[in-house]
């Protein structure tokens, strides 16, 4: 796929696939979430170099050189944690905080894009994070904590946008890359689990051993799809697609796991779907005004449409 409609509907699709990944996980249990996320990684890998024997080959590996190779070992730490996390929030019954995770992290983005970019908000973008802190605060005095949870996965999931982009692979190649970097601890964990008569691969039946090994192919496809949306459409475009997935996931988590939506909770979530319209309509708004006359010399640039959305995330929920 090379033309942005194709990334568009790459997009779109990655995110619908992440936005119904609450149903899948707890049909792995009594799998723990390491275990999940070990399996995970192994069966990517061989899906993903399935594929790319089946497509593309491997002659695209002698263009990675250095920098790009320890790109993507960053993106596979990141990754890696928020599988690990997001398995572990939807299975423990906290599928409304991964949706949480994924309202805040378009938000997370300009925050990124300052600490990182050294970028300058504009008016618009700083009454968006600041009511999006507030929800912070509201949501951890209801939780009787900091929701970390959500976020972790924020975080995680934000940085790993912005090292994908830098990276210029494409998606089935980069995430084969980053499930290579992993494969061996996951392997060697999964050896482990079987030695000490832990693991549930094979003690839990044929279904069971199915559905862990689909774990690889559910994880492969809408990453493999994110990477190559990334790469040909606009990260403002995808920053606007990922909130199918957390609404999807909000849903799931109060209509169908009936999670607990007490008013105060409520009030947190408000106050971040309005820091979201603050911040969505601003993005608009400055990409369709004229660009600015040059910045005098010493001034830092506020934060762009594209800047402020370059390390959104898809993402990935997670």
Known sequence: MT???SGLAAGATAYLLWGLFPLYWPLLEPAGPVEITAHRIAWSLAFLLALLALTSGFGWVRTLDRRRLGLLALAAALVSLNWGMYIYGVNSGNVVETSLGYFINPLVTVALAVGVLHERLRPAQ???V??????????ALDYGRLPWIALTLAFSFGFYGLVKKRTGVDGPQSLAVETGFLVLPALGYLTWLALAGKGTFTSEGPGHAALLAAGGVATAVPLALFGIAAIRIPLATIGLLQYLAPVMQFLIGVLIYDEAMPLSRLAGFALVW???????VD??????APDPPPAEAGATPAVSAEGSRSIAAAHAQR
Do not use: H, Q, Y
């Not at 309005?274 to 969505?280: H, P, R």
């Open 274 to 280: 309005v820091a979201l319209v603050i911040f969505t």
């Open 283 to 288: 993005a608009l708004r400055s990409r369709s």
């Open 126 to 128: 700083k009454v968006a």
């Open 3 to 5: 033309s942005p409609r």
């Open 130 to 139: 600041g009511i999006a802190a507030v929800a912070v605060v509201v949501l």
